[in-house]
């Protein structure tokens, strides 16, 4: 009877498929890489666990010819089990490929180095043989050239013998290394070189070092370890929010708590949002924990990223620090997972398995026993919401440390400023005024718009039609130091027009501003000032970002204008200025979240100020001031935001009071896109009834990367039912399922499904306009008719100012 296997393998939506083990080959492990045929390619995959036969072993003859595997690579596993159940999880909860899972929880060399220890960097190292040392003992070393002599000594006063490569600087020559190993003096080995990661320096405060050593705790951050020291010592999964004010100490007590973890024998996961917050973040658990710190993330080069993985695997690591992916790190013993600025989108991935770091994390905390910690000024609204139902516990530190006060919050009218300054005003009188005064007092500024490039589009005056993707339906956007316009989706690229491409009309303009406007702005107006711009853009060489972070924070730069990569979790004790070029910016997007993630930014990006000796203030530049969310992020007032976005949520039944899965379906026209998303609602609506199918409509970016799409929206009490549901319709038509991307607990979810229930929309609509009687007939709650006519107002009232940048992505 044949010996199976079950193998994952890393084709999107491809199901674990079956291979039979050779005669002579030993069965490999679950979880080892196998080498095995798949069509006419070999490909490399992960053994998984046989969903009939938990225990693996020999399986029952089947009806099919299996073909045969070609090579296991490794006799252990190669990825730990709970790491291999917890990516299985991922497959299953988010709608994936078990093998698209598995390979984001290995290291980037792992599925494309087959031999050996492949992927680890090795160097030549010369030590000096027993015959070398004989030869010095007695002597003899004298009937050597000069040159050799020397070279003999130099390795014998050193144990463990010196790299080829350093021997050549000291000028110690590959020849004479040739000859002496030819006389068997000397013997030339290979060993494996660790790849540092923070061999770079320059991304880590300076005094990070010293934090959690020389830090007094607040009261509140006393009592906050206090209970989530208790907590993690009972070696039981729980979650606690701790809901702290910027700049309150957060990391302090995530440090604090670590010692107590890693002192009872276990181990520490901490995720941040973005891979410019790792480098400190990670320095300032190396201050406690040594080299027995890792950090994960893709801004490392593959090997470093390979190498950090491997120290996690072999027990080495007592603490990783990383970036979504480090999710899947191979910790075992975990007790202690941290989530800082758990409300971040950047936790989301974007591309398929289309997980939430938070999420799994939680999950994999649950396995282990561990305790989770979610830390953040800014709750995502599921989270807080949790809380509040008593499912989370919850922790506050409701003041700065040094009870150094929140920074002012001054909002600007842009309405008023457009009027007087004309329509072109990027930055307004009073921010630029207050920031005259911040640099003659030797501080510095922080300057956010959350819009890459210089102009968000190019338009034609004489035909009044902009520049557009030929790929995406959406505007082009100008960058002019590099002399380009420029799709922020496909990457599509074009030198800058003279003409329009039209009409052939020479006369263009530019339509709203980015961050390279700003920067550009900024610099004209002080000329004296050190001003520079960190965007994706800016960042995009590898250390580039954390090296600008590095000489902000020492002082060498006066003026940073970025978008939200400066707003998250820094600390920079000379900021005393922060301005938002445009609150508003995020209020345009077709989002049922755009309030939430407004009123994020806003207040985070405002706790930048102020977090040193001197108070802060910030500057909010707006079309809109008397949105909620803006005005809540002004009083910094988490609370009362809460509650009225909340409101909305239950009303329109929106994310946390239900779930909601998305699948967008692409076609060559769009005209195929919506015949086959009708064919998939149609299957939803009649495989159950006990969630609701909203669609198809036109997605709001209806044409990306010359793929058209239309989107269907799932929403629900019961996710598992939605997810069997939408497989089981995929699987029906195998054609449609490969045309189709499935993603649970979207994030950057439209609005759209209002309007994909066109009956339910002319309702709002007519409810409106109707009598208290009238709306209570028609089965809409009157509280759901005022949220819907104050979003259309709010909407009408920015579409007014926010017509500056028509296309921003």
């Known amino acids: 009877m044949p010996v199976l296997v079950t193998v994952a393998v890393p084709v999107p939506a491809l199901p674990a498929l079956s291979y039979r083990v050779p005669d002579g080959m030993p069965a490999p492990p679950v979880g080892g890489r196998v080498r095995v045929p798949l069509g006419r390619r070999v490909v490399t995959g992960c053994v998984v666990p046989d969903p009939a036969e938990p225990d693996g072993g020999v399986a029952p003859a089947v009806p099919v010819e299996l073909r045969d595997l070609l090579q296991s690579l490794d006799p252990e596993p190669y990825l730990p089990p709970d790491v291999v159940d917890l990516a299985l999880w991922v497959a299953d909860y988010y709608a994936c490929g078990p093998g698209e899972s598995l390979a984001a929880a290995m290291p980037p060399l792992a599925l494309s180095a087959f031999e050996g220890g492949g992927g680890f960097r090795t160097e030549r190292v010369v030590r000096v043989t027993a015959a070398g040392r004989d030869a010095l003992l007695a002597g003899t070393a004298g009937r050597l050239g000069p040159k050799q002599r020397a070279a003999l000594h130099r390795l014998a006063a050193v144990s463990g013998g010196i790299a080829a490569a350093r021997l050549r600087k000291e000028g110690v020559s590959s020849t004479t290394v040739t000859r002496l190993r030819q006389r068997g003096l000397v013997a030339v080995d290979s060993r494996r070189v660790e790849r540092d990661p923070f061999a770079s320096g320059g991304a880590a405060e300076p005094e990070a070092r010293e934090r959690g050593a020389a830090v007094e705790a607040t009261p509140e951050q006393r009592v906050a370890l206090e209970t989530l020291a208790a907590l993690a010592a009972e070696r039981v999964f729980n979650v606690a929010l701790l809901h702290g004010v910027t700049g309150s100490g957060k990391t302090e007590v995530y440090l604090r708590l670590a010692r107590h973890v890693v002192a009872a024998g276990r181990r520490v996961l901490v995720l941040v949002p973005e891979i410019a917050l790792t480098p400190s973040v990670a320095e300032t658990f190396r201050g406690a924990f040594g080299d027995r710190v890792a950090i994960q993330h893709s801004g490392l080069s593959p090997g470093a990223r390979h190498d950090q993985w491997h120290r996690a695997r072999r027990g080495e690591i007592a603490v990783v620090v990383g970036t979504r992916s480090a999710v899947f790190a191979p910790l075992d013993a975990l007790g202690l997972v941290v989530v800082d600025e758990e409300h971040d989108t950047s936790y989301k991935q974007e591309e398929s398995p289309r997980y939430h770091a938070r999420n799994v994390a939680i999950v994999r905390a649950r396995r282990a026993g561990a305790l989770v910690v979610l830390g953040s000024a800014t709750p995502s609204l599921e989270t807080f919401h949790h809380a509040r139902n008593g499912r989370y516990r919850c922790m506050r530190l409701t003041e700065r440390v040094h009870r150094r006060p929140l920074p002012e919050v001054r909002i600007v009218d842009m309405r008023s400023e457009v009027a007087s300054g004309g329509a072109d005003v990027a930055v307004s009188r009073p921010l630029a005024e207050a920031l005259e005064s911040t640099l003659a007092r030797g501080e510095q500024a922080l300057i956010l718009l959350n819009r890459r490039g210089f102009a968000s589009a190019v338009l034609c005056r004489q035909c009044g039609r902009t520049f557009e993707c030929p790929n995406c339906s959406v505007a082009l956007t100008l960058h002019r130091r590099a002399g380009r316009v420029r799709c922020h989706y496909c990457n599509f690229s074009a030198a800058r027009p003279s003409t329009c491409v039209h009409c052939a009309g020479p006369y263009l303009d530019t339509v709203g501003f980015g ?141 946390p009071v239900l779930s909601m899965v998305n699948a967008v379906v692409r076609g060559r026209t769009l005209e195929a896109a919506m015949r086959d998303a009708a064919r998939l609602a149609g299957a939803l609506r009649a495989a159950d009834e006990s969630f609701q199918v909203l669609g198809p409509a036109v997605a709001p970016i209806s044409r990306l990367r010359g793929q058209h799409r239309a989107q269907v929206f799932l929403k629900g009490t019961n996710r598992r039912a939605m997810r069997v549901a939408l497989r089981a319709a995929l699987d029906a038509g195998p054609d449609l399922g490969r045309r189709v991307t499935v993603d649970v607990d979207p994030i950057s979810s439209p609005a759209a499904p209002l309007a994909a229930q066109p009956g339910l929309t002319r309702s709002l609509r007519r409810s409106t306009a109707q009598t208290p009687s009238q709306t209570q007939a028609s089965g809409i709650g009157p509280e759901a008719v005022e949220l819907y006519r104050r979003r259309c107002e709010a909407q009408h009232e920015y579409g007014r100012g926010g017509q500056r940048d028509p296309a921003a992505p």
């Open 515 to 655: 961050t390279e406007r700003i920067e550009s702005d900024v610099a004209d107006r002080f000329p004296g000032a050190a001003i520079e711009r960190l965007d994706r853009d800016a960042a995009r060489r590898r250390g580039a970002g954390a090296s600008l972070l590095a000489r902000f924070r020492k002082g060498d730069i006066d003026v940073l204008v970025g978008t939200q990569m400066i707003a998250k979790g820094h600390d920079f004790p000379n900021v005393t200025l922060v301005g938002v070029v445009s609150a508003d910016v995020g209020l345009q997007v077709a989002d049922f979240r755009a309030a939430e993630r407004t009123f994020q930014l806003l207040t985070q990006v405002a706790g930048r100020a102020g977090r040193g000796d001197r108070p802060g203030t910030a500057i909010l530049q707006s079309f809109h001031p008397e949105h909620y969310s803006i005005v809540h992020a002004c009083r910094q007032a988490y609370g009362p935001f809460f509650e009225e976005e909340m409101r909305y949520r239950t009303a329109l039944r929106y994310p």
